[in-house]
């Protein structure tokens, strides 16, 4: 059969989905279509190229040799697209976690970003924490994200792709009458003893929970019991006031009323942020954003450790294989 003259892209973002997913419930989930719809696309594309792509089961969908083929050839063509849309502002809007509205490192990635592309519209989400994020990205409802990677579940870090953006220093928030915010720095051996609030029990924000687990092991430091979960800005002081725990943070973080900030030293604890995505995505907005997150962290020098900075050994590794 002669390839066809012309080809709706349409149907090759049907069949892009199914192929990253591997899963056509997923993948309709993903593109926001039923799956009855999505299946007759990719048929359909199948008829026109005159090639078998796919090769369903019950139990499980395969890529044929064909199908293969076509992966990178289908994210070029469509790479084209949006480049060609975004070049004339009517790129579809890329969707941007933040975590949080003051998230220092993510913020500035993302305003830099929009600089870089005015002509695109980068809209941005707060999902508090990277372990929510991951989820909304597998699912197609969100593009981007940051984070500590190495945190998330295996079965997540699959299906996601990420590049290391900043080496974060880490710092604890502290009741402004706490016996340490006097201290312009606080050793980590002097919160031996106490109890740190570190997200725990709140299911959106586990990598950062993992880590704190991490930080503090064989270090005398506890990690406070989940508190109620506080949604909004206003919500989460009124509680963490109440609570008036220690708060494990990194250097930047918002400041709130009654409280200092004070970073941690002796080592210094270092929260790997990276710059997250669904595997496969194409959008001029996405290619704005890694400009913008390489130029920061040059400029700035966001990947450079101190001599006695902490990291943990798994974001080592994790590092070291995928970035």
Same mark, same amino acid.
């Given at each position: ?18 192929? %990253? ?8 989930? $993903? ?11 990719? &048929? &359909?594309?199948?008829? %026109? ?9 019950? $139990? ?15 994210? &070029?063509?469509?790479? *084209? ?125 586990? %990598? ?5 687990? $991490? ?11 989940? *508190? ?5 800005? %206003?919500?989460? &002081? ?51 954003? $890694? ?33």
């Amino acid at each position: 059969m002669p390839a066809p003259r012309h080809l709706d892209p349409r149907l090759l973002r049907a069949f892009l989905a199914v192929a %990253e997913e591997l899963h056509f419930t997923r993948a309709a989930a $993903r593109l926001y279509v039923a799956q009855q719809a999505l299946s007759r696309d990719v &048929r &359909r594309l199948e008829r %026109e190229l005159g090639a078998e792509l796919l090769v369903r089961t019950t $139990r499980q969908v395969t890529l044929t040799g064909d199908g293969e083929r076509l992966v990178p050839l289908a994210r &070029r063509v469509l790479q *084209a697209q949006d480049d060609l849309l975004g070049a004339f502002g009517q790129a579809r809007p890329l969707l941007v976690d933040l975590n949080f509205p003051d998230q220092p490192t993510a913020r500035r990635v993302l305003y830099r970003a929009r600089e870089l592309a005015p002509e695109l519209e980068l809209m941005a989400r707060y999902e508090s924490g990277l372990a929510g994020a991951a989820a909304e990205m597998v699912a197609g409802r969100l593009d981007v994200s940051f984070g500590r990677f190495a945190g998330l579940d295996p079965a997540l870090r699959s299906r996601l792709e990420h590049r290391l953006v900043r080496y974060e220093p880490m710092a604890v928030v502290l009741p402004e009458d706490h016996r340490l915010a006097a201290l312009a720095q606080v050793p980590l051996a002097e919160l031996t003893g106490e109890t740190v609030y570190a997200g725990a029990g709140n299911l959106r924000t586990t %990598e950062w929970t993992d880590l704190a687990h $991490r930080l503090f092991e064989c270090r005398g430091i506890a990690i406070a019991a989940p *508190a109620p979960l506080a949604v909004g800005d %206003e919500e989460f &002081r009124r509680i963490m006031a109440k609570l008036r725990n220690p708060i494990l943070a990194v250097v930047g973080f918002p400041a709130m009323p009654g409280t200092v900030l004070r970073p941690l030293v002796d080592p210094v604890p270092l929260s790997p942020m990276s710059l997250v995505w669904r595997k496969g995505l194409v959008h001029p907005g996405f290619d704005a954003l $890694r400009r913008a997150a390489d130029e920061i962290a040059a400029r700035e020098k966001w990947l450079s450790r101190p001599a006695d900075g902490w990291v943990p050994a798994m974001d080592e590794d994790t590092i070291a294989t995928h970035t």
